[in-house]
Antibody
Framework: QVQLVQSGAEVKKPGASVKVSCKAS????????MHWVRQAPGQRLEWMGW????????KYSQKFQGRVTITRDTSASTAYMELSSLRSEDTAVYYC????????????WGQGTLVTVSS | EIVMTQSPATLSVSPGERATLSCRAS??????LAWYQQKPGQSPRLLIY???ARATGIPARFSGSGSGTEFTLTISSLQSEDFAFYYC???????????FGQGTKVEIK
């Protein structure tokens, strides 16, 4: 069965970076996109970007352009999201979500990773 | 950026009653519209994609309709497990970008 398993919770200081992983299983990693979405406490879901598991192409939200980097390791069927220059407003749960390589909805989601930014 | 607006913010419904949730896009997204259910502490769960197609394993009491800029999610007879937050999402165009509505909380009346 399809599973997306994310890395554990992180606590970071302002200005630092965080890297969250999303390990995929149960399907062909290179045949899908992996999106990243975050949700701050009490807020709506916010899309950050995606990576094509096959060719490594990426697309980022303008809001996070320059601060977010999404990468993948095909040998480990794992996608990564790194967010730099963290500030308190980046405190949120970060999710990965899979789609087919077209405009599509996320059919499987990771369990979420809480990132807390605090001095 | 396409802005998604949901209404109402909160919907109070008795078990067994029908719930109707609305979602409006700031410009046409054709039928590239999804609905998700989210419960506290859980990941979003895909209910509807393509505006009206039920995702795998989703009960028939959930239905979606609409196209262009106006969309509706209907839950025909609310069960206890349906009390949750619901988000609409557009995924128009290639390369895809996503935007979500602010959510509707369906609570027990």
């Amino acid at each position: 069965q399809v599973q997306l398993v994310q890395s554990g919770a992180e606590v970071k200081k302002p200005g630092a970076s965080v890297k969250v992983s999303c390990k995929a299983s149960g399907y062909t990693f290179t045949a899908y996109l992996m999106h990243w979405v975050r949700q701050a406490p009490g807020q709506r879901l916010e899309w950050m970007g995606w990576i094509n598991g096959g060719n490594g192409d990426t697309k980022y939200s303008q809001k996070f352009q320059g601060r977010v980097t999404i990468t993948r390791d095909t040998s480990a069927s794992t996608a990564y999201m790194e967010l730099s220059s963290l500030r308190s407003e980046d405190t949120a749960v970060y999710y990965c979500a899979r789609t087919t390589p077209r405009a599509a909805a996320g059919d499987y989601w990771g369990q979420g990773t809480l990132v807390t930014v605090s001095s | 950026e396409i802005v998604m607006t949901q209404s109402p913010a909160t919907l109070s419904v008795s078990p067994g009653e029908r719930a109707t949730l609305s979602c409006r896009a700031s410009q046409s997204v054709s039928s590239n519209l999804a609905w998700y259910q989210q419960k506290p502490g859980q990941s979003p769960r895909l209910l509807i994609y393509g505006a009206s197609a039920r995702a795998t394993g989703i009960p028939a009491r959930f239905s979606g309709s609409g196209s262009g800029t106006e969309f509706t999610l209907t839950i025909s007879s609310l069960q206890s497990e349906d009390f949750a937050f619901y988000y609409c999402q557009q995924y128009n165009n290639w390369p895809p970008t996503w935007t979500f509505g602010q959510g509707t909380k369906v609570e027990i009346k």
